[in-house]
């Protein structure tokens, strides 16, 4: 009897063990159930709150690109665009824009893709967002290409420039040698017309445009290696007159647009000039001040003063060719910029290098007047003109190493150099004269080098009021 009591009691606690066995596997599965649910559920969450970023990413790619674009124009092409909410995402935004130029006004279709793997898988989000883009562009950036721009007439004889060159009304040049990839002529003003007399543009890629409202362009005696297009009309009809010339080829192209002067801020450098000591409220102050620093040696007097910006608060400044003692004078302005309020003159020799300013990154301009304009060498001297950074006045530029007249011509003359490395910007008319006469051969004797990191990295000129325009725009997807 115990032996059967003894028998249920082991048969009663297996039961038991089991019963607790099954329990807990029941429970075990249900707690790997429950983990396994709400693992995936936070995956789920975590999913939504990375798509969510990425989509965000995507579209603030799309935002700085319109941004891009409405600050610099079709320069910009795309870039990236790294997400600044989680470091830990790595999610990079690649911008792609694309231009049409051939429509009016022109579009562009910026594409965004923003992509993350989630960390610890190989699970990867991807969002595109794309927009199709309608923009206005706009003009006075593009001054920034070229070495010489006038928004009249451009008058140039026996000078060589490496830079593109644009009038907005017409061009009369003799004896130039180009190295440009624009040379263009827009007819904004009215005019006599185009005339190239022995002018050389040996770049292949070159697109010389003479589209214009004038009565007719002449290329004569001339060789042109790249594109020219001459839109002259008389009656309807093509007037471009070519004689004795090689032209690389003619190609009909749309009227180059006109180019706004940039503004330059006087007073504000009315104010640094009048912070550190270099602002003079007359002409015979300046002059009286740089008398401090005149050094004659081999019968040339130099003056050099201190580098610094000088503004001079007069309607005209003179600087005299000759000394008192009869010496011939060379002015010396390396790392210093000149201001004049209105017209600035000189026949004699002139150095001006603008100067680079470690702590802005920026470099200073050069050589600055007012309305009524910049005159260096009008006598026809034989002076030697170097200046580094840009020349820029809202009047006339005339910078001549001798005078043009056929007198002129005897041996000796025109012997003095002309160099600018950077930019002539007039808002009236430009005339170049250089004559480097050497046993009666004519050698262009002025160069005029285009300089984009002086002209970009120039502080003072508003550039902004060119500003590309957004018109509208619709996403693709």
């Not at 007719?216 to 007037?239: H, K």
Request: aromatic letters at 10%; one cysteine or more; a negative charge.
């Amino acid at each position: 009897m115990k032996q059967q009591q003894h028998k249920e009691d082991n048969n009663k606690g297996q039961a038991a063990i089991i019963a607790i066995i099954v329990l807990t596997a029941v429970l075990l599965t249900v707690m790997t159930t429950i983990l396994s649910i709400a693992t995936s559920e936070y995956q789920l969450s975590q999913n939504d709150i990375l798509d969510s970023q990425v989509k965000y990413l995507a579209e603030s790619g799309i935002e700085n690109a319109m941004l891009q674009i409405g600050q610099t124009g079709t320069s910009y092409t795309g870039g990236t665009f790294t997400s600044p909410i989680d470091t830990q995402i790595n999610a990079t935004d690649s911008v792609s824009v694309t231009y049409n130029t051939s429509v009016s006004p022109e579009q562009a279709t910026l594409v965004s893709t923003a992509q993350s793997y989630q960390t610890g898988s190989t699970t990867k989000i991807e969002i595109q967002r794309s927009l199709k883009v309608v923009i206005q562009l706009g003009q006075n950036p593009a001054i920034l290409n070229y070495a010489l721009f006038a928004n009249n007439t451009i008058y140039g004889e026996w000078f060589q420039t490496q830079g593109n060159v644009q009038s907005n009304n017409e061009l009369q040049l003799y004896q130039v040698n180009f190295n440009s990839t624009n040379v263009n002529a827009v007819g904004n003003g009215g005019g006599f017309g185009n005339y190239f007399y022995q002018v050389n543009d040996t770049n292949t890629s070159s697109i010389v445009n003479l589209n214009s409202s004038f009565l007719f362009s002449w290329i004569y005696s001339s060789n042109l290696a790249g594109e020219l297009s001459c839109a002259n009309t008389i009656g309807g009809s093509a007037s471009c007159f070519i004689s004795n010339s090689t032209i690389g080829s003619e190609v009909a192209l749309s009227p180059p647009p006109s180019i706004n002067l940039p503004t330059f801020p006087f007073a504000q450098w009315i104010t640094l000039a009048k912070t550190n000591g270099t602002y003079f409220s007359s002409q015979p102050s300046f002059i009286s001040y740089l008398n401090n620093y005149s050094t004659i040696s081999s019968g040339v007097d130099t003056i050099k003063p201190p580098a610094g910006i000088y503004y001079i608060n007069a309607n005209g400044l003179n600087l005299p060719s000759t000394d008192s003692g009869g010496n011939p004078i060379t002015y010396n302005f390396t790392n210093s910029s000149l201001f004049v309020k209105n017209k600035l003159s000189t026949n004699a020799s002139f150095i001006d290098t603008s100067p680079y300013s470690p702590s802005t990154g920026k470099y200073l301009p050069a050589l600055i007047a007012g309305n009524q304009g910049i005159f260096i060498g009008e006598n026809g001297s034989n002076l030697t003109f170097n200046v580094t950074g840009i020349i820029f006045s809202p009047g006339n530029i005339s910078i001549n190493d001798d005078i043009d007249s056929s007198s002129d011509i005897t041996p000796g003359d025109g012997t003095g150099t002309i160099n600018v490395n950077g930019a002539i910007w007039a808002g009236g008319k430009i005339k170049i004269n250089n004559l480097y006469y050497n046993d009666y051969n004519y050698i262009p004797g002025t160069q005029i080098t285009l300089d984009p990191t002086i002209i970009k990295e120039t502080t003072g000129f508003n550039f902004t009021t060119g500003t590309t325009k957004i018109l509208s725009w619709n996403e693709i997807n």
